[in-house]
């Protein structure tokens, strides 16, 4: 039997250590993957320093980590897509409710993950390329295609059918942005997009067709000109903050969904560590006061605001459209690219820790990622 190891959380606030962790067992529907590479989301750093409060069905010690690629190393019944030897990318969903925390969370050389949060890589595809997308595809994916966000059509997602109808996604250069173009622009939509200057270019790549500088103070306008009448079929909101902008635009432009992939507050802005805090206090109360304003002054316009749950597609027809359908064919073409960037920033699970505690500090158009060299079978 192969030895198993895991970067564990033992209590909200605390570092992540690492030790042995048991071999998952695989369900019906499930792979068993051997991990070679992991990505950290901002989601790991919220959940280290806000658990207690924001995942209160944790019951730790638990693993984290949801952005995985690997070699399929064992399939599950019902399972009919994948084989043994099978190199793929997986979002793993273990610290969501009503999930296995250890056996289906990401910072761990074995890992048990869905069958339909999977996809087969291309041969030329490097493992840590790959790594960047499944948190950032599958928030994407809900945000638009959800009923209860955006509500776009996914029917042509792969082979789209050009449509007339735009969407405004602000925060292109962010790892949900960048696949939410690529996506929406796959379902046959026109994006206009925002990011820093130097990523214009990179929007443009990805299918956008209109950037504009976030930093602007005329951006608002800039984008109510560049629609030119055409209609908008929702707004996308990603990156801290970017909420009141959309909803300017929204009303500008008569766009009556908005869907918020972040909060209006940041979670970097307090200490980890355990017991009261007058900055966690505060942290919340601002969360919760701009929250409120945001939808008394939506709703009073007669716009939908609502905040995006990536692992929604788990469970609705969203997640086999985009990971079964679409996703692996889409790599193997070269019509959805590996977004953001990978910045490989360690070897190992000892490595994890360090790339979440650099993300904390900031990162554009990157996602930090950490190699994990095959496990021998012993």
């Not at 997308?133 to 945000?143: D, R």
């Not at 432009?253 to 200490?271: C, D, H, K, L, N």
């Not at 109360?285 to 709703?299: E, K, V, W």
Request: proline share 5%; net charge negative.
């Amino acid at each position: 039997m192969n030895d198993n190891t895991a970067a564990w959380i033992d209590s909200p606030y605390a570092d992540l250590v690492v030790r042995d962790a048991p071999m998952p067992r695989i369900d019906p529907g499930q792979l068993l993957v051997e991990v070679r590479a992991v990505a950290v989301n901002p989601l790991d750093a919220i959940i280290q320093s806000n658990g207690a409060v924001m995942y209160g069905w944790l019951h730790y010690p638990v693993i984290l980590g949801e952005d995985v690629a690997g070699t399929v190393v064992g399939v599950g019944a019902e399972v009919a897509d994948f084989s043994v030897g099978d190199r793929i990318v997986a979002y793993a969903i273990g610290l969501e409710k009503g999930r296995d925390a250890i056996a289906e969370s990401g910072f761990q050389a074995y890992v048990a993950v869905d069958a339909g949060l999977a996809a087969a890589l291309p041969d030329a595809m490097a493992f840590e390329d790959a790594v960047v997308l499944p948190l950032a595809v599958s928030t994407a994916a809900a945000g638009l295609f959800e009923s209860e966000q955006l509500d776009l059509s996914y029917a042509s997602l792969g082979n789209p059918e050009p449509r007339d109808e735009i969407v405004v996604v602000w925060g292109g250069a962010t790892a949900v942005g960048g696949n939410a173009i690529q996506l929406a622009r796959a379902a046959g939509y026109r994006v206009i997009t925002t990011a820093s200057v130097r990523n214009h270019d990179r929007m443009s790549q990805l299918g956008a067709e209109a950037a504009f500088d976030y930093r602007d103070p005329e951006v608002v306008d800039r984008i109510v000109e560049a629609v030119n009448g055409a209609v908008v079929a929702g707004v996308l909101a990603v990156a801290v903050g970017s909420a009141e902008p959309c909803l300017r635009i929204a009303r500008a432009i008569g766009a009556t969904r908005i869907a918020m992939a972040s909060p209006p507050v940041s979670f970097y802005e307090q200490p980890r560590r355990r017991g009261f805090s007058l900055s966690r206090m505060r942290l919340f109360l601002r969360l919760g006061t701009r929250t409120a304003m945001l939808q008394l002054r939506s709703r009073a316009r007669g716009i939908r605001a609502s905040f995006i749950w990536g692992s929604a597609i788990a469970t609705s027809p969203v997640g086999p459209a985009v990971w079964g359908d679409y996703l692996g064919a889409a790599l193997e073409s070269g019509r959805h690219r590996a977004y953001p960037t990978a910045r490989i920033v360690g070897e190992g699970l000892p490595a994890v820790q360090r790339a979440i505690d650099t993300l904390r500090v900031g990162v554009s158009a990157q996602k930090l990622v950490v190699t994990l060299e095959s496990t021998p079978t012993t």
